[in-house]
């Protein structure tokens, strides 16, 4: 939330805090903001805080002290010496006290004195910096900073002297000394040590942060700042002395029941152990808050989930030098490191490590190559593991019955060690184990052998083990979704929307009816429309899904930019580009912050590229295409469909110029990607088979184009039906085919069977109505039905007037076809009019030896030499066209 929206934001809530009737609170902002919903939501939320927070009379009168008097720094002026220490610099500010370097002459000794600042203001104040000191002084461990003494000055202010740490904190010193991972988690392990030791003595620290943890020049570590710790047996604390704990505590590192002001227990260091992890290991917070209000930062910390350490730190490496290798290089590596980190910060207590102990017993597995007690139990990870742990044993195991006999034995000891040591999981993590246990483990008699069974049956199983969690209704809503995106992804759109449907029942069964679950299904469905083509239904689930999202969840939520991307590929679909367009710019931006794994800003890229691509903003397309060319392949290799999406767009844009070979090229590149990956009768494969046949019929390579043609349009017949776009885009190719091979008919009956699916589906309103208008008038003109073929290429001009921009290629085109028809009327003022306008937008569009350009240069040509223009005529015939070969 920028400054200024915050000061609207300020405004408002003061406007109609002083209203007791919410109805009138809402009415009055619905006026004020003037349809900007979400920031009626954000004043509203500010008025729900502060009704839950403590009016000033409810305070007490230490806690307001506090507040109005702040926190002012001792200065160092006021005391020169306390007893054998002469006081020599500010060290810093603690929770409550100031720290001050002092030098003890007779021993030649330094120590750090911490001196309570305004003692006097409350009696809690003095308590908890006594506790501070009882704490410390039975906190005795090598790193963890010693208690040395504790007294009162003259004026009855307390003090504690402690040992002195010089060193600097362990996030800065592992940087400056470059440390690798290894030496990281080493000097890590050390402060789960002294947090365990504190743990062991009933202390929970509650303020863990690098600042509090110093490392000395020699590498030991120390614990610092006890102060608002508190005792296990102590955790029910007045109400006014949570309100200060929590004051005191640093947001960044604090656990989500800390911020909610809830009970503490060990689970909390356990969650700030995981924040200082993460930021050991990517040099980043998991979530920065410096910039956000109050209301935002509470719902970062309290609901969002971090990107994994692996996707930061991998960006983080590639702004480093080459010789800057800080981060773990290996994929497994990194997935290990994230579920060490992860697990530590895991929102949910009952699923975080159960002690810094756990914590440490993954860092030593980690250390030593062993399977993590966080992850999975699976035979192929432990093996891996085993593997890399015992490299040239295994590579010189010529003998296989060795090899075997020796992994028997060192899994049967090893599961038995680990099998005494693993933390118990939450019955909803077991109950994922066992679906997916079941769903990929084995055959049966009616399937086969595993390693044999189709997709469909793998997947059908899994629907089955899915229905069988009726009594965990959240996981099987995810499995329901889940099941359907993938039979979505598989063509089988009738399977998907059952399942789909499921889960949305399911969440909206849970009670949260209006909650970010139900969000979510609404989306998933809606999507699932456009490739239905149900794209009004589309419209209105995607919308619908999206203003849910913005009310349960913050602005910068991933969910509120996914359903913001869904949006614009909707209205992308329905041809509505001016809307798409800030639609897509918009998702683009919410996931460009750095928290958004790039996949998805890869996603939102390539959506918007495509819009660019329609709306005729080819160069910016093609821009955008090669950046999430570059994304996707980095993301997730050469030869996956994503891979595929984005070449195909490649192609378009080289099609749609009249570079006809560079986009068979591109287009035969994404065919044998899309093949190999989900095979011959797959409607994606046969989505490129198409726009391989297209690039081929403008090469007037006719027979090689149909039988792709007829390859394709079988397929998504079958999968989509005879009415729908897909199906539609491969029998316009054909018509083109036939009009080029003399049968009209048949290229009529194609282009009015197009005209008719797009009517349907778009609702009589779309460029890809006039698209196939403009190619049935080619029909008739061929046919040398000129004045059909007028009334049709008008009636197209119209339509692409209502949904393209000015300038379009297809309009363009359009002009040059119905100036033909009136040429050959020998209407030659009309005519001139006409592919002037068509010519004059080519030239600046596309490849100088395409097609229309050539003919509009033609016809341009002849309609001059019939008005008795001789020099246009011989200026034109003096224009050169790129040589064949390019086309």
């Known amino acids: ?219 030991t570590v120390k614990l610092l700042d006890f102060g608002i710790s508190k005792h296990l047996d102590n955790l029910d604390i007045p109400l006014d002395v949570t309100r200060t704990g929590l004051r005191l505590l640093t947001p960044a590192y604090a656990s989500p029941e800390q911020i909610r002001g809830e009970r503490a227990a060990i689970q909390t260091d356990v969650y700030s152990l995981g924040v200082i992890l993460y930021q050991l290991l990517t040099g980043r917070l998991p979530f920065d808050v410096s910039s956000r209000t109050p209301i935002e930062a509470v719902s970062m910390l309290t609901e969002r989930d971090p990107v994994r350490p692996s996707l930061v730190a991998l960006r983080v490496q590639a702004q480093l030098p080459d010789d800057r290798q800080l981060y773990a290089a290996s994929d497994d590596a990194w997935a290990d490191l994230d579920v060490l980190c992860l697990t530590a910060m895991h929102k949910d207590v009952r699923k975080r490590y159960g002690s810094a102990e756990a914590l440490i017993r993954d860092i030593d597995h980690y250390l030593r190559g062993e399977p993590l007690e966080a992850r999975p139990d699976t035979v192929g990870y432990r093996l891996g593991k085993f593997i890399r742990r015992n490299k040239r044993g295994v590579a010189a195991g010529a003998a296989a019955v060795v090899a075997f006999a020796g992994l028997i034995v060192f899994f049967t000891i090893r599961l038995a060690a680990e099998r005494n040591a693993a933390l118990a999981e939450a019955a909803r993590t077991q109950r994922i184990q066992r679906f997916m246990l079941n769903l990929f483990q084995g055959g049966d008699d009616e399937a086969g052998p595993a390693n044999d069974l189709r997709v469909a049956t793998l997947i059908e199983r899994g629907v089955q083990e899915a229905r069988s969690l009726d009594q965990d209704p959240v996981v099987q809503a995810e499995l329901y979704q889940t099941l359907g995106n993938i039979y979505q992804k598989l063509g089988s759109l009738d399977q998907a929307e059952a399942l789909l449907h499921s889960a949305l029942e399911r969440r909206r069964s849970l009670g949260d009816v209006r909650g970010a679950g139900v969000a979510d299904s609404l989306v998933t469905l809606g999507l699932l429309r456009v490739d239905q083509a149900r794209l009004d239904e589309a419209e209105r689930l995607v919308r619908e899904g999206l203003e849910m999202s913005k009310r349960s969840l913050p602005p910068e939520h991933p969910a509120v930019a996914a359903a913001t991307d869904a949006l614009g590929r909707v209205l992308e679909e329905k041809g509505e580009y001016d809307e798409a367009i800030p639609v897509l710019e918009k998702a683009v931006r919410l996931r460009s912050n750095q928290d958004t794994p790039e996949a998805d800003l890869a996603s939102s890229l390539y959506e918007l590229a495509n819009v660019y691509f329609y709306a005729g903003r080819y160069q910016e397309s093609e821009a955008l295409n090669q950046r999430v060319l570059a994304m996707n392949r980095r993301i997730y290799g050469e030869r996956h469909p994503k891979v595929a999406e984005v070449l195909v767009n490649l192609g378009a844009i080289k099609q749609d110029s009249g570079y006809y070979k560079e986009a068979e090229e591109f287009h035969r590149q994404s065919l044998q990607i899309t093949r190999s990956f989900y095979g011959d009768d797959h409607y994606r494969t046969a989505s490129s088979l198409t726009m391989v046949a297209r690039a081929l019929v403008f090469q007037k390579r006719l027979d090689e184009a149909v039988d792709l043609l007829r390859q394709a349009l079988t397929v998504q017949e079958r999968v989509f039906g005879k009415d729908h776009p897909r199906a539609a885009s491969a029998v316009n190719e054909l018509g083109n085919v036939a009009i080029l091979q003399g049968r009209y008919d048949e290229a009529k009956a194609a282009f009015r069977r197009m005209a008719k699916i797009y009517r349907t589906v778009y609702a009589g309103k779309h460029y890809l109505i006039g698209t196939a208008v403009s190619n049935l008038g080619s029909a008739y003109m061929a046919e040398q039905d000129y004045p059909r073929a007028e009334g049709l290429f008008r009636e197209a001009l119209a339509m692409f007037s209502e949904t393209l921009p000015p300038g379009h290629v297809n309009a363009a085109i359009a002009r040059v076809k119905l100036g033909r028809t009136l040429l050959r009327q020998k209407r030659y003022a009309e005519a001139e009019v006409e592919v002037s306008e068509g010519y004059r937008v080519l030239t600046r569009q596309v490849n100088p030896s395409a097609s229309w350009l050539n003919s509009a240069r033609s016809d341009l040509t002849e309609i001059y030499e019939a008005l008795q223009q001789p020099e246009k005529a011989a200026g034109l015939r003096q224009e050169k066209a790129v040589p064949e070969d390019r086309k």
């Open 1 to 219: 939330m920028d400054a200024s929206r915050w000061e609207r934001v300020q405004s408002l809530f003061h406007k109609v805090s002083d209203l007791q009737d919410l109805r009138q609170q809402t009415d009055i902002l619905r006026a004020e903001c003037k349809g900007d919903e979400t920031l009626v939501d954000e004043v509203l939320a500010m008025l729900a805080a502060e009704q839950q927070a403590p009016g000033l009379l409810d305070a007490s009168v230490g806690h307001l002290a506090e507040q109005v008097l702040g926190d002012p720094v001792i200065p160092l002026a006021a005391y020169k010496e306390i007893g054998p220490y002469q006081i020599e610099r500010v060290l810093g500010e603690g929770g409550m006290g100031t720290v001050f370097l002092a030098g003890r002459a007779d021993l030649g000794t330094l120590a750090a004195i911490k001196i309570l600042r305004d003692a006097w203001i409350s009696p809690a104040r003095r308590e908890r910096f006594a506790l501070e000191q009882r704490t410390l002084a039975h906190l005795d461990h090598p790193n963890i900073a010693r208690l040395l003494d504790a007294n009162t000055l003259a004026d009855g202010t307390p003090f504690f002297i402690m040992e002195y740490v010089d060193g600097v904190p362990i996030d800065k010193y592992c940087d400056t000394c470059g440390c690798p991972i290894s030496e990281r988690l080493r000097l890590f392990r050390s402060v789960c040590e002294a947090v365990q030791f504190a743990h062991q003595h009933a202390v929970i620290h509650r303020d863990l942060k690098p600042s509090n943890i110093l490392v000395k020049s020699d590498g």
